[in-house]
Each structure stands twice: as structure tokens, then as C-alpha cells.
């Protein structure tokens, strides 16, 4: 069920959206980023502070279900997902931009990008897909829908993705569960379909003790690009993001340094223009 947020005084408030904050227009770069099934927006905090000063503003992008989205419906396929997306996103993707996705947010990235070409619109600057299997594989925990909640459980608990602390608490482990199956269902009924690979470039990035993803599964994401394509790997398991951060914000800031640099100087012609 969805559920409208109320104010004090009675009056419906506007729902929170996608966007966690407004894209900074004097930014070189956007990148925008998409959490892992089961997750939160806040698994990219003080990205932004991190990479500000190499011209990248972060933007954490919120799914619904979740956070300050808690009472509103979660969405449990990809396309009504890349629609509202298309809609929030769209607006702020007319100045240079990048996408990274972790785990499922690998898929979701995959897809609006995939989509923007197909629809001849302007590409993100480059594509980082992490912790996650190339989208003509099955999804990397393709098994958890045959696995009762304790085996689920578990297996979130050693793989880093779920709190052991949870075990003592049912009603937060139930709550935590039915999230993540709903986000799983995204990938689950994802059904790849053959066309172009992306023009902009594509960077695999693979935890280097990963149980879910190797580097090979990684390498897999070539099929899938037309241009310039890395692998990358990184220390830490299949939350490399938390794991190595510092590592990961290092080869961001190495890896979109040139296209944050080029948004600086075209948004200095822009305003010269003016």
C-alpha cells in the first residue's frame, strides 16, 4: 500500500523523491549514484564531500520503501523503475554526467543508460558498474529465491549485507528481508534482450574477495560496450563500497577526472556566453 505523508496541519506533504539533494549547476561532473538491494541512499555519504574537489558533485539517488521514502510503495521491476527515473533524472541530465551502480544499482544504471541510447539521448560521460553479473548473466543471487528466511539470512550476514546484530531482533530482520526480496524481484525478472553496446565507456569494478561476482564475471561486461571498457578490482568483499572506500573514491576520481575537467571548462564558456 501507498501511504501519503501528512503535516501537521492536515496538509498532504509533497513525497520525497529520487534525488537526495539538487544537483550543484556549477559542478564539472554529476554522478549519479544507485544503492544495492536492500539498501539505502546513505551507503554513498560523504561520497560528495570526497570527490567536490576533483569537480564531481555526488548525488545518491533514493529508491522508493525506504528512508525518508519509507511509506511509499516499493518498486519490484526494472522498466516502471527506468520510468520514473527517466522523469525525476531526466531534468538533470543535460549537463555532463556519470552513472555508478553497485550490486543491483549496477543493473538499474545499466539499464537508463541503455535506454538514453536507445532513444538517441545524451549519454552519461562514462558507465561504473560494480558487484554485479553482466545483464545477459543471471543476477548473482539468482538462488535467494528458493531460500527460506533463515537461509537468506545467513547467507546476507556472510556476504556482508546484512547486520548480524539483526539476528536478535526479529520484527527489524522481517522488515530488512521483505526489502530486500522486493529489491531482488528487480533483478530476478530482468530478461536481457540483445542490442548495441553502450558508446560512452564502461568500467567493471569487482571486489577482489567477492563470493558473488569474480573478475571474470566482471570482464563478462565488455560484451556490453562498444567503446572504451576496464575492469577494475578492488580490495574488500561484495560491499567493496564500504569495505574500501577510500579505494573506490580513488579510482572514481581517477577515472572521471577528465570528463569533470571538461564540464569545468564548458560550463565557463557557458557563463562567458552569457
Not at 112 to 132: D, F, I, K, N
Request: charged residues 20%; proline residues 9%.
Amino acid at each position: 500500500m501507498n501511504h501519503t505523508a501528512v503535516a501537521p496541519h492536515g496538509v498532504p506533504e509533497t513525497p520525497p523523491g529520487y534525488l537526495t539533494a539538487p544537483p550543484d549547476p556549477t559542478a564539472g561532473l554529476r554522478l549519479f549514484c544507485f544503492h544495492h538491494a536492500g539498501g539505502t541512499a546513505s551507503v554513498y555519504k560523504g561520497w560528495d564531500r570526497a570527490l567536490r574537489p576533483s569537480g564531481i558533485n555526488v548525488v545518491p539517488i533514493q529508491l522508493p520503501g525506504r528512508e525518508r521514502r519509507v511509506r511509499e510503495a516499493r518498486l519490484t521491476s526494472l522498466a516502471p523503475l527506468l520510468d520514473a527515473l527517466d522523469t525525476h533524472l531526466g531534468p538533470h541530465l543535460d549537463a555532463p554526467y556519470a552513472l555508478y551502480g553497485h550490486s543491483m544499482g549496477a543493473l538499474v544504471a545499466h539499464g537508463l543508460a541503455r535506454r538514453r541510447q536507445r532513444e538517441g539521448r545524451t549519454l552519461p560521460e562514462a558507465l561504473v558498474v560494480g558487484a554485479y553479473q553482466p545483464p545477459h548473466r543471471p543476477p548473482p543471487l539468482a538462488a535467494a529465491r528458493g531460500m527460506t528466511d533463515r537461509e537468506l539470512t545467513h547467507l546476507l550476514v556472510d556476504i556482508g549485507g546484512m547486520s548480524p546484530v539483526l539476528l536478535e531482533y526479529p520484527e527489524w530482520r522481517e522488515s530488512a528481508l521483505a526489502l530486500i526480496r522486493d529489491d531482488l524481484k528487480v533483478c530476478h525478472g530482468y530478461r536481457h534482450t540483445a542490442g548495441a553496446g553502450l558508446r560512452c565507456p564502461v568500467h567493471a569494478v569487482v571486489g577482489s574477495d567477492d563470493p558473488l561476482v569474480t573478475a571474470g564475471d566482471a570482464q563478462e561486461w565488455a560484451q556490453h560496450a562498444a567503446g572504451r571498457f576496464d575492469v577494475h578490482t578492488v580490495p574488500g568483499g561484495h560491499l567493496f563500497i564500504r569495505d574500501a572506500q577510500d579505494t573506490v573514491l580513488t579510482l572514481l576520481r581517477h577515472t572521471l577526472r577528465g570528463s569533470a575537467a571538461a564540464g569545468d571548462r564548458s560550463g565557463t564558456r557557458a557563463q562567458e556566453l552569457l
